[in-house]
Each structure stands twice: as structure tokens, then as C-alpha cells.
């Protein structure tokens, strides 16, 4: 149980382009998930916090028009990196929080972003 | 701010020489601890949660211990498909943010 999937899990783009990445819980219904994002060598960033039906949460320092996030249902949120640079090359982690009462997070296999 | 700082960064050991990781951190009332294992290129995998000082857990050759200020994970008979980053990170209270903070990992290696 607690399966999260990513999709893709590799994508190269040209500077200027928008890239959209999924996240989906397999086995659960999430009211809440969050993204990350990870540079080499470094751990694990929030960027923001995505509650379905209403408006993401973003961390301190990350543009809320450049990194846009859906969570239109309870088993799907998108983020969408738009106009992508190079220095947005990352690797991008979703995690899916367990039902109330078990904090718990559950974590993507990741989708590594390299812009050219 | 909550803070979070692993120790060592990097650790190698001989198979079956058990050793413990720490992680100390700083959380404005903490909702609960977490380890994860990460492999190269893949995400975070699920390992423990604990919630209050005194709490343990075990899983196979793994045991996780919390106190007020850190958690250890002590890993027993290490064989070399333990070998990963393992990462802790903290939930606090402040904000109503439910959000990680993780630290920067400790790289563990196990030799035959």
C-alpha cells in the first residue's frame, strides 16, 4: 500500500519551454501532497504544498507563476514548470500524505529535469 | 525555522559492523520524525515515523530511537544492500504548514 507514482521520470527540454509533470497516489486518496525538488549532492527542498480543490502553498523564494500546481482530484496533482532554464534542471519529488492520523509521506520515484 | 542536522555525512562500513546515525534537530513543537532510505536517482523510500521522546522502532536490521533533541538510527549486521543515503526529517507545528524538513542525509556504505 502507499504507492505514489511520478510520470515522467525523465524529461529533456529547450530553454523557453514548459514542461508538466504528474503525480499520482495509486492506492489512496490524498487531500494533501507536497513537492520537492533535489540538486545534486543536496537534499530534499518543499516548494509548496497542494491541497485538492483549492490553491497551492508555495515556499518562500519559489515563483508561484513559474512552477505551477493542479490538484484536481484526490489521487492527482500537476506541476507545471513554465519557460524552463537551465538553471531549473532538478530532480522533482511529489509525496502524497497518508489519511488523517498518520502524517506519514509517502514519496515519488522523482522526475529529472534537465533543460538545455 | 526548523533545523535539521545529520551526522556523519558519509560512513563506511565492513559488513556486519553494526554503527548509528544521528540526527539532531530544532522544531517549534514537533508533530513527528521521519527516516527514509534513498538509493541513487530514486525517491525517498519509507522507513519510520516517531512521534514522541522515548519512542522506538525496528524493522529488520534497522531501529530507529527519538529523544527531545535527536534520533539515532542504529543499524545491526549491516549488509551491503543497506547501502544508501538515509535521510531524516522533522513535521512541526508552526504554521499549520504539514510540509518536511529534511537534512542532508548520511551516505552509508557497506563493503563485503
Known amino acids: 500500500g502507499a504507492v505514489v507514482s511520478q510520470h515522467p521520470s525523465w524529461v529533456i527540454c529547450k530553454s523557453g519551454t514548459s514542461v508538466k509533470i504528474e503525480c499520482r497516489s495509486l492506492d489512496f486518496q490524498a487531500t494533501t501532497m507536497f513537492w520537492y525538488r533535489q540538486f545534486p549532492k543536496q537534499s530534499l527542498m518543499l516548494m509548496a504544498t497542494s491541497n485538492e480543490g483549492s490553491k497551492a502553498t508555495y515556499e518562500q523564494g519559489v515563483e508561484k507563476d513559474k512552477f505551477l500546481i493542479n490538484h484536481a482530484s484526490l489521487t492527482l496533482s500537476t506541476l507545471t514548470v513554465t519557460s524552463a532554464h537551465p538553471e531549473d534542471s532538478s530532480f522533482y519529488i511529489c509525496s502524497a500524505m497518508a489519511p488523517r492520523g498518520a502524517e506519514t509521506q509517502y514519496f515519488g520515484p522523482g522526475t529529472r529535469l534537465l533543460v538545455l | 525555522e526548523d533545523q535539521v542536522t545529520q551526522s556523519p555525512e558519509a560512513l563506511r562500513l565492513q559488513e556486519g559492523e553494526s554503527s548509528s546515525l544521528n540526527c539532531s534537530y530544532t522544531v517549534s513543537g514537533l508533530r513527528g520524525l521521519f527516516w527514509y532510505r534513498q538509493d541513487p536517482g530514486k525517491g525517498p523510500e519509507f522507513l519510520f515515523t516517531?512521534?514522541?521522546a522515548g519512542e522506538e522502532k525496528e524493522k529488520e536490521r534497522l531501529k530507529a530511537t527519538l529523544t527531545k533533541k535527536e534520533s539515532f538510527l542504529h543499524i545491526t549486521a549491516p549488509k551491503p544492500e543497506d547501502s544508501a543515503t538515509y535521510l531524516c526529517?522533522?513535521?512541526?507545528?508552526?504554521?499549520?504548514?504539514?510540509?518536511?524538513?529534511f537534512g542532508k542525509g548520511t551516505h552509508l556504505i557497506i563493503q563485503p
Open positions: 516517531l512521534y514522541s
Open positions: 526529517a522533522v513535521q512541526g507545528r508552526g504554521g499549520g504548514a504539514d510540509g518536511l524538513t
